[in-house]
C-alpha cells in the first residue's frame, strides 16, 4: 500500500475543517467548560502491555480469543468511544477510553453505569461531542483534552479556545482509532502495543461495525453506510476481498506511516486484528482455544 503524499494530507485535513468547523467550534467551548486541573498523565504506561480495541468487524471475535488467551490479565486496555459498551458486555473495563468525533453519538455508545466513570479515564479531542464529558465530569470521571496538529493550523484556533487550561498536542491523526494509538505511544508512553478490531474495511456480505445492532446509516445524509462508503474493493490481510471507503484507506495508510515511525523508537506494534487492510510489519492471530500447561 502507497504511502500518503502531503498534498493527500492537507486535502483530507481541508475537506475535514469545512465540514465540522461549526461543530467544532461549538464542541470546543463546551468541553473548556469541563476541562479540569489533574495531574500529568505522560509515559503512565511506560514498561507494561497495552491492547487497543476499534471497532472493525473483528472485534468481538478478537475480544473473546484475547479472554481465552487470558491476555486480559496481563495487559491494560484502552478502547474507542463506539466499542466501550462492547468491551464492557464482555467484562473488560478499560483504563481508557478515546473520544475524537464531534457527533459520535453518547446516547448510543456513551452513556454507561455512572459509577465506571471513576474506573474508565476519558480522553477526548478538545473538539469532540461535549455530551461525554459533561457524563465523566458529573460522575466523578477523569477527562483530558488533546489538540491535533494538522497542516491547517487548527490546534492554533482551540488551542486559543484552551489557553487557559491543560492539553496534549498530538499529530492529527485522521481517525479515534489512529488517535488512540498516538496517545498510547507518544503521550503514554507503552512499549508494546497490541491493534484489535483495526479492520479498516467491512466484508462484502457482512457487518460494517465491529458490534452492530442494526445496519448503520450516515448521520448527515441518511445514507447506509455500507452501501455509500464501498470506494474500493481490496484483498485484505487474510486473502479475502473487502470493501473499504477512501477514508478508511486513508486512514490505514497514515497509520501504517506512523507506526513505521515508532518502530524507530523502539515501540513494538502488534495487529492481531487478524483481517483487514493494515498491513504492518508485525501482525498475529490468537489461538482460538486456549493454551494451557
Known amino acids: 500500500m502507497k504511502l500518503l503524499s502531503k498534498e493527500e494530507i492537507i486535502e483530507q485535513s481541508d475537506r475535514a475543517y469545512n465540514r465540522w468547523k461549526d461543530l467544532w467550534n461549538f464542541n470546543a467551548q463546551e468541553n473548556h467548560k469541563r476541562a479540569q486541573s489533574l495531574e500529568d498523565i505522560t509515559n503512565l504506561g511506560a514498561g507494561k502491555k497495552l491492547i487497543i480495541l476499534s471497532f472493525g468487524v473483528s472485534l468481538k471475535e478478537n475480544i473473546e480469543n484475547i479472554k481465552l488467551n487470558k491476555l486480559h490479565y496481563e495487559c491494560e486496555f484502552m478502547c474507542i468511544d463506539k466499542s466501550l459498551k462492547t468491551c464492557l458486555s464482555y467484562g473488560i473495563i478499560p483504563k481508557y477510553c478515546v473520544i475524537s468525533d464531534a457527533q459520535v453519538s453518547f446516547e448510543e455508545y456513551g452513556e454507561i453505569d455512572k459509577a465506571l466513570c ?83 474495511s467491512f466484508n462484502l456480505c457482512g457487518n460494517y461495525y465491529g458490534d452492530q445492532k442494526e445496519e448503520p446509516v450516515d448521520t448527515n445524509l441518511k445514507l447506509k453506510k455500507k452501501s455509500f462508503y464501498n470506494h474500493y474493493t481490496v484483498v485484505d490481510i487474510s486473502g479475502k476481498l473487502v470493501q473499504c471507503s477512501h477514508n478508511m484507506q486513508f486512514s490505514a495508510k497514515w497509520l501504517i506511516g506512523f507506526i513505521s515511525q515508532m518502530q524507530k523508537r523502539g515501540i513494538d506494534t502488534i495487529n492481531i486484528t487478524g483481517a483487514g487492510i493494515l498491513k504492518i510489519v508485525k501482525q498475529a492471530r490468537l489461538r482460538k482455544v486456549a493454551s494451557y500447561g
Open 118 to 200: 471513576r474506573n474508565i479515564t476519558l480522553l477526548s479531542a478538545v473538539t469532540a461531542n461535549h455530551k461525554w464529558t459533561k457524563f465523566w465530569t458529573e460522575n466523578s470521571g477523569k477527562v483530558y483534552f488533546y489538540l491535533n496538529k494538522d497542516n491547517l493550523r487548527t490546534h492554533r484556533i482551540y488551542g486559543e479556545v484552551m489557553r487557559d487550561k491543560n492539553t496534549y498536542l498530538i499529530p492529527a491523526s485522521s481517525n479515534v482509532g489512529n488517535a488512540a494509538y498516538v496517545l498510547a505511544s507518544l503521550t503514554l508512553g507503552y512499549k508494546q502495543i497490541f491493534l484489535a478490531g483495526y479492520d479498516y
